[in-house]
């Protein structure tokens, strides 16, 4: 974190929400808020989980400060350990994800220094802690069976080598050296583990710097520390996600100019950008950095993304926004969220649900809720949870009714169970961490949820061994009937129709021609949803839109989600469902 002192490293994500698109490349995006809630005692931060539900939170990013945690090789403080057993225990209970960022190597691991945000000597002893910690919270379920730890982040800001990786300089090109090699061994090793104890949902990301020029900068003749940081072997090979920051304050030499959604990007310079300027396309910038190592290809989350504000007057010369500029900041980063147009930009983490009275300057500031009613706000010093007026800022209320879009249920059938499943006899059931409808005379019906279900998306990734095979998902399936979405082989096992049923008759058809092959693993999608002339139904294939069908006579009102395949359709293997609310 460029902007906060390591004594409060990280914070907690609450992923505001998952936008769901009818657009030709529907997507699954969430947007989170921080907070820290590891420096809170268990009361404070039951008040906290208060105000979460408030706010309707679904998912959370926070800091695991290694360096307070474990005080000794293996020995960890209770304290510490009481306070994440407490969080997660009420984020399982609250149906909450996590996002955590583990950094900061302790005195004992990084050679005696006790000044904080120190790289550890060792590898393995930061490997170690990354897989204690794995071991300890992956096995936290909610109610609906989804693991409470989504992913774990390798360190904060590393690039920001004076204050979060210390004993180089900052954006040295060997700290990206030692920073990467570190990057491998702990996500080789959260790898192994994962596998080993069923925990394959739980991501790891990487290299979460802090903005997007700065890595890529270097004097003439030297490495930047972002090419430093490619050339280390295998590297990309050990993270799922990259993770990187944008704040306004560093959006270019003229600053954020909302709003940020194109033309006002200025393509000429899309480094006034807070978001857009991750896929300005120069030569030297980190777009073209992450395509040549690939990269661009995987997911990736800005972890923080914020703005100080302090009155409803801004001080841009000491970083703070206005009331109103960072309630626009808030609406502007979700519009481009939403929009798809940064490539594979599925999450955002805002920075930060409350204010830290405990800082010094703009730090105090961050809050989308102020911890007091004074106007303008100020603070003589750190106000716990407890004692705090809680004042929403502007902002608030935009993070508050946006649409959450919370999943509503999950299963990647790792743990070898189908518990949340109801079957046609001999059918489906779960086999090498998938579920799977054999071949044979019955047609095969799984369903799982609620029948008071009304508008959801549901995501299954489906292979089947045969051609000339049918089978799909339905939704708003009612135990007999639903919104049938149906694929079609060839003789080659590749895609020939995708077809809508309502009851026996087929409303809608595409023709695909062979363009999935269905041997290996595609994601089918069906979106349900009440329209004021019926109900809408979409369906997909890898995120591209192919059936777009009302309803009038809106047949199906509301139910479960339903897996089905065809008498004789051979193997159909599922994997991956997930429901989300529309």
């Known amino acids: 974190m460029s902007r906060h002192s390591f004594l409060r490293p990280l914070f907690l994500s609450l992923a505001l929400t998952l936008f769901l698109t009818g657009m030709a490349h529907a997507q699954r995006y969430a947007v989170g808020v921080n907070d820290h809630f590891i420096w809170r005692s268990t009361t404070d931060q039951d008040v906290a989980f208060t105000q979460y539900t408030a706010s309707g939170t679904q998912f959370l990013r926070a800091d695991i400060p290694w360096f307070v945690i474990e005080s000794s090789k293996g020995v960890y403080n209770s304290t510490y350990v009481s306070r994440m057993d407490h969080f997660f225990q009420k984020c399982a209970a609250a149906r909450i994800r996590v996002i955590v960022t583990v950094a900061y190597a302790p005195s004992w691991a990084n050679g005696?220094?006790?000044?904080?945000?120190?790289?550890?000597?060792?590898?393995?002893?930061?490997?170690?802690?990354?897989?204690?910690?794995?071991?300890?919270?992956?096995?936290?379920?909610?109610?609906?069976?989804?693991?409470?730890?989504?992913?774990?982040?390798?360190?904060?800001?590393?690039?920001?080598?004076?204050?979060?990786?210390?004993?180089?300089?900052?954006?040295?090109?060997?700290?990206?050296?030692?920073?990467?090699?570190?990057?491998?061994?702990?996500?080789?090793?959260?790898?192994?583990?994962?596998?080993?104890?069923?925990?394959?949902?739980?991501?790891?990301?990487?290299?979460?710097?802090?903005?997007?020029?700065?890595?890529?900068?270097?004097?003439?003749?030297?490495?930047?520390?972002?090419?430093?940081?490619?050339?280390?072997?295998?590297?990309?090979?050990?993270?799922?996600?990259?993770?990187?920051?944008?704040?306004?304050?560093?959006?270019?030499?003229?600053?954020?100019?909302?709003?940020?959604?194109?033309?006002?990007?200025?393509?000429?310079?899309?480094?006034?950008?807070?978001?857009?300027?991750?896929?300005?396309?120069?030569?030297?910038?980190?777009?073209?950095?992450?395509?040549?190592?690939?990269?661009?290809?995987?997911?990736?989350?800005?972890?923080?993304?914020?703005?100080?504000?302090?009155?409803?007057?801004?001080?841009?010369?000491s970083s703070l926004l206005s009331f109103a500029e960072q309630q626009t900041h808030m609406a502007d980063a979700i519009n481009v969220l939403n929009s798809g147009v940064v490539t594979n930009l599925k999450r955002i983490y805002w920075y930060d649900h409350f204010d830290d009275a405990g800082q010094a300057g703009a730090e105090q500031f961050f809050g989308l809720t102020a911890l007091n009613n004074t106007n303008p706000i100020t603070y003589s010093g750190a106000i716990p949870l407890s004692s705090a007026v809680f004042t929403p800022k502007a902002s608030y209320s935009t993070y508050k009714n946006a649409f959450k879009g919370a999943i509503s249920f999950s299963d990647n059938f790792d743990s070898g169970t189908a518990n949340a499943w109801t079957a046609t006899a001999n059918t489906w059931h779960p086999a090498g961490g998938a579920y799977v409808s054999p071949h044979n005379a019955a047609t095969g019906i799984s369903y799982t949820g609620s029948s008071s279900w009304l508008d959801y998306s549901g995501y299954a990734d489906f292979k089947f061994t045969d051609p000339w095979k049918s089978a799909g998902i339905i939704g708003r399936y009612n135990g007999t009937a639903g919104y049938y979405l149906r694929i079609e082989l060839d003789q080659n096992v590749a895609s020939r129709y995708l077809r809508l049923v309502i009851g026996t008759t087929v409303v809608a058809t595409a023709t695909l021609n062979g363009a999935y092959n269905f041997l290996n693993s595609h994601e089918v999608q069906i979106s349900v949803r009440n329209e004021p002339a019926g109900v809408r139904v979409l369906g997909f294939i890898d995120g591209t839109q192919y059936i777009n069908y009302l309803d009038t006579m809106s047949t199906y009102q509301s139910g479960t989600f339903a897996l089905r395949a065809e008498p004789w359709s051979g193997t159909v293997t599922v994997d991956n469902v997930i429901v989300m609310d529309y």
């Open 112 to 317: 005696g220094h006790t000044d904080g945000g120190r790289p550890p000597l060792n590898n393995t002893d930061f490997a170690d802690f990354c897989e204690w910690f794995l071991r300890r919270y992956a096995p936290y379920i909610d109610a609906v069976g989804r693991p409470t730890l989504e992913e774990i982040e390798l360190w904060n800001e590393p690039d920001l080598c004076d204050i979060f990786f210390k004993g180089y300089a900052r954006y040295a090109a060997a700290a990206a050296t030692a920073y990467g090699n570190m990057v491998v061994t702990a996500g080789t090793r959260l790898q192994t583990v994962r596998d080993a104890i069923g925990a394959r949902d739980v991501r790891i990301g990487a290299p979460v710097i802090s903005d997007c020029h700065g890595p890529c900068w270097a004097p003439a003749g030297t490495t930047t520390w972002m090419d430093a940081f490619y050339a280390v072997p295998n590297v990309t090979h050990a993270y799922d996600v990259f993770a990187w920051h944008s704040y306004w304050t560093s959006a270019g030499t003229t600053g954020w100019q909302p709003p940020e959604l194109p033309p006002c990007w200025y393509p000429s310079n899309q480094r006034q950008a807070v978001l857009g300027k991750l896929i300005y396309n120069a030569s030297t910038e980190l777009w073209a950095k992450m395509v040549a190592s690939g990269d661009s290809l995987k997911p990736n989350y800005c972890t923080e993304i914020g703005g100080a504000c302090q009155s409803s007057t801004p001080n841009h010369s």
